[in-house]
């Protein structure tokens, strides 16, 4: 790894992960899926920075991330709409209070972030972008 700001973001993007891990644990459900979500969001921030493309929002970093990632074959098609769907659960845990969110719902969020986080450090240690 060679880039500081890169791996600060993977780094912060680790620690989202164990966050989350701890909020499983004692059944803080929303909160879980919230972490895992940024999790993602830090690791796709580090692709990004790591081909200087700059977002202002989530929609639209996630919008770049499939531009610039899986159009280009670089990322799977799924890692987008798992991207996409971890964003959209952490929208709804976050600020819709009448939605029901259960254990099951926030494992497969941080299932989804542990193994998003992965596939970002292989392809940025590959490349040799951090």
Do not use: W
Not at 31 to 39: F, G, N, V
Not at 63 to 87: M, R
């Amino acid at each position: 790894m060679t880039d500081d700001s890169l791996s600060r973001l993977i780094t912060m993007a680790d620690q989202e992960i164990e966050t989350a891990q701890l909020l499983l644990s004692n059944d803080r459900h929303r909160a879980c899926i919230s972490r895992a979500y940024y999790a993602m969001y830090y690791a796709t921030q580090a692709l990004l920075r790591a081909k200087k493309i700059a977002s202002r929002t989530h929609k639209g970093m996630i919008q770049q991330f499939g531009q610039h990632f899986v159009k280009t074959g670089e990322f799977p098609s799924k890692t987008a709409k798992e991207l996409s769907d971890n964003y959209n659960l952490r929208q709804l845990s976050d600020y819709e209070e009448t939605i029901a969110v259960n254990e099951a719902q926030a494992a497969q969020a941080l299932e989804t972030a542990v193994r998003f986080v992965e596939q970002v450090r292989v392809y940025l240690n590959e490349n040799d972008r951090t």
